[in-house]
């Protein structure tokens, strides 16, 4: 039920001027938003730069937010759309397989399990780049990011007819980018491994 | 032949209805086509589902905080009624005493004269007169704009802002080698970028370097509960020399 849902209550609160309202909000989706503008744009200086885009546009918009759809799918609307406007300034060849070394801190992996979990994500993130930008963003949202189809519509203002057409093209372009016999056997082989895996 | 590509995704998801699903399967038996399609889709599924989700970096919401904190503050400054107002002016003037008090001791401690202040100061203070006053805590020292030439990062912040907690209410020590200027344009794309500079939040320090490579300065500032009142809080502003954009917010309690 919308009434539930403790994101609408923020947002309430947000507009009702208490500004740790939205701190809470941002803290509760900056992980998904900065994934998803992550595997949209397939560089970590370019999340960096659409995740803090998304935030802000939220907050100048959120006064329009009207609860009608949930704020995870509209805070996903915001994110795509600030993706689309990056990779449309930047009109340039993602830099694929690039590590993302030097762009600030981040954790080290914790094992050898887990690094090669990293690993295989690049490589992943770095296929993805090659889909078309319309269908990976219905492939990353149905499948990376677990809306589903209605969901996904709703954050791409496209009806659910298409997001089913488009997913499908987007999955057989990504298995083609993800190539070779020996990589399907890793993705297959790997499996989900901890609790951070979407 | 008609393949039934919308269905295809609900194939491989297994979300289709029992007839819809009699439908693909009869077109599966007769088109390799779309059999290697289904095989290829689930495929970048098991790949999808072993993303691994990466850890948000270090100041990527920071200046988003910092903005809503900005924007707050002017809603905030246009709701506050006459009362209120007439009070904050009162703590200024309170503040403005103290500062014609320090006025008249420094030079004894410094060996600078009132009228050498004054002459340096004026124009370098902040762009709202009395606010600028108050923002240069009990210093008669004008604010003068410190030129470092290196990159800072987010640790050299959490050291700048424990140096401006411990140096509370002392004007902190600036680093030798800082190059001085005006602080006008600094001051100016602060408040620009959204901060109120007197009345809470008193600017102790102007910083002009790089943060992660992007020209910007940093204001330090000793942030109270209201003007007038001893600090709580020590507040970095770091923003884009070039178009004074938040670049990151640091704030440390005292």
Redesign the interface.
Known sequence: MREADPDAELVRRYLD?D?QA??VL??RH??RV??LA??MTGR?EDA?DA??EA??TA?RKLKTFRGEAAFTTWMHRVTVNACYDLLRKRQRAPLLHERDEG?????EPASADHAD??G??ID??A?LQQVPLDFRAV??L???QDLS?EDAAEALGVPV?TV??R??????A???A?GSPEA?ER??A????DG??? | MTHPEDLLAEFVDGTLADDQRAVVDAHLATCARCREEVEAAARAVSALAVLHEEPVPLGVTGPVMAAAEGSERRRAARRRPAWDRFQWAGGLAAAAILVLVAAVLLPRVTGRSANDEAAEGGSERAPTAEAGDAALGASAEPLQLEVLDRVLDDDDLKRLADDAAEAVPAVPEREASAALEPANAAISCLTDSGITVGGRDMLVRAIRAQYLGTPAYVGVFHESRAAGEPPEKILLWVVSSTDCSILTIVSKSI
């Not at chain 1, 997913?167 to 057989?172: E, F, I, K, M, W």
């Open positions: 001027g500004v939205f701190g941002v803290e900056e992980r900065y994934n992550l595997r970590e960096r995740t803090q935030f802000l907050l762009s600030g801190p981040r954790p979990g990293v295989m994500s992943v993130r296929a492939l990353i149905c499948d990376a189809y007819g089913k057409s997913l499908h093209r987007g999955r057989v990504l298995a083609r993800l399907r993705a297959d790997s499996g989900p491994s951070t895996v979407t």
